[in-house]
């Protein structure tokens, strides 16, 4: 596995249980996914030599988020088996080439244009107006690399600009919406596609909160065309594996915000709420398995994120009956850093004090 934060901790506690051993690559020393891998080979991501090394040690090879250089993961494609494949991290890493994949697709966007100068985004902003949102096209995750526009003025301009480093852009319209959402779709060597309930999302501070399942009516009338526009993309990318898209429930219909060719964090909750969690049936995809139900396995089920200091407080957590308290092994808590999470089942035909 690429990289070993909190995602490839989680698949590779479930590709031990289907008996697999994982072997991370990473060019830091150590990280959350030390504890429960065997191998851990450090190396830049860059280094041809390290990466081949790597290459000969494994059978399959995958990778935990997308911030991995796609020419990387390229390279192992050549050496050994890489699922999901390049073409879908490099899309991924790209908003403006993701926005462009997704509408030729036919799926819809919020209205974007691209900034590569600080005198582009006056065009850009002339185009699409304000309020907008600043993002950059690469590298941008848990609201970082973000600037919002509330108007118009020189200003406001210079201030998100600089805000974002100066760096090549996307100027998205902002859209009217009643939730967030995800479709988290696992789709196999033979083109097999199985979805898991779509979750609500709720962010704070750019950073995803909470997610629930099941979702609000306004959500489920959505799923359907969400769902047909997820499996388009997988069909089209040729995928392999886990692959997340976040959309907004907008008047007219789902409008797609961005996908994660991985696991993803609005997924944690599949791990004690669906007959197969994301991780496993991530693990069953790219080596060749049969792909397990993805079937809710209570009437409810709700994944709220331990960020930072909330973390702090996780002795507390257990005394509550039905949490099922995930940490990370991360030694310091920040402001907005990810430490783990809790996940709550919800039963409709059992007391509380059966709960699980």
Same mark, same amino acid.
């Given at each position: ?7 490839? /901790? ?17 060019? =830091? ?88 100068? !600080?005198? @582009? ?22 609201? $970082?690399?973000?600037? /919002?526009?509330?108007? &118009? ?9 600089? =805000?974002?480093? @100066? *760096? ?6 902002? %859209? ?16 097999? %596609? !199985? ?25 489920? @009338? ?11 993309? &997988? ?48 693990? !069953? ?23 930072? =200091? ?26 907005? /850093? $990810?430490?783990?999470?809790?996940? !709550?089942?919800?039963?409709?035909? *059992? ?6």
């Amino acid at each position: 596995m690429v990289g070993g934060g909190q995602l490839g /901790r989680m698949m590779a506690m479930a590709a031990a249980q289907l008996g697999y051993r994982t072997h991370i690559f990473a060019p =830091e020393a150590s990280g959350p996914a030390a504890d429960v891998a065997v191998d851990w080979t450090r190396g830049a991501y860059d280094d041809a030599e390290a990466l081949g090394g790597f290459a000969e040690a494994v059978d399959v090879i995958t990778y935990e988020f997308e911030n991995v250089p796609s020419a990387a993961v390229a390279l192992l494609a050549g050496l050994g088996h890489v699922q999901p494949n390049a073409r879908a991290l490099a899309i991924a890493q790209e908003r403006l080439t993701e926005k462009a994949f997704v509408a030729d697709l036919g799926g819809r966007t919020a209205p974007y244009a691209a900034v590569d100068s !600080r005198a @582009a985004l006056d065009e850009a902003v002339a185009k699409i107006g304000a309020p907008a949102i600043l993002k950059t096209t690469r590298f941008g995750y848990d609201g $970082k690399g973000q600037a /919002r526009l509330m108007d &118009a003025t020189p200003e406001t301009l210079d201030r998100a600009w600089a =805000e974002i480093g @100066a *760096q090549p852009a996307v100027l998205e319209g902002f %859209v009217h919406f009643g939730h967030e959402f995800s479709v988290i779709l696992v789709r196999g060597h033979d083109g097999e %596609v !199985r979805f898991w309930d779509s979750p609500v999302n709720v962010h704070d501070a750019g950073i995803l909160a909470t997610s629930t399942v099941p979702a609000p009516q306004a959500v489920l @009338a959505q799923v359907p065309e969400a769902r047909a526009t997820a499996a388009k993309i &997988a069909q089209a990318l040729d995928y392999v594996g886990v692959l997340t898209l976040e959309f907004f429930a907008g008047k007219d219909g789902p409008i797609f915000n961005e996908m994660a060719p991985r696991v993803h964090n609005s997924g944690h909750w599949t791990i004690e709420g669906a007959v197969t969690s994301q991780f496993e049936n991530h693990v !069953r995809a790219i080596c060749g398995l049969p792909l397990g139900s993805t079937r809710l396995a209570a009437a409810g089920v709700v994944m709220e994120n331990l960020i930072g =200091e909330r973390a702090n407080d996780w002795a507390e957590i257990p005394a509550d009956e039905t949490a099922h308290l995930h940490l990370y092994g991360k030694h310091e808590a920040r402001p907005g /850093r $990810k430490m783990g999470h809790v996940t !709550r089942l919800i039963f409709d035909d *059992q007391p509380a004090g059966e709960q699980a």
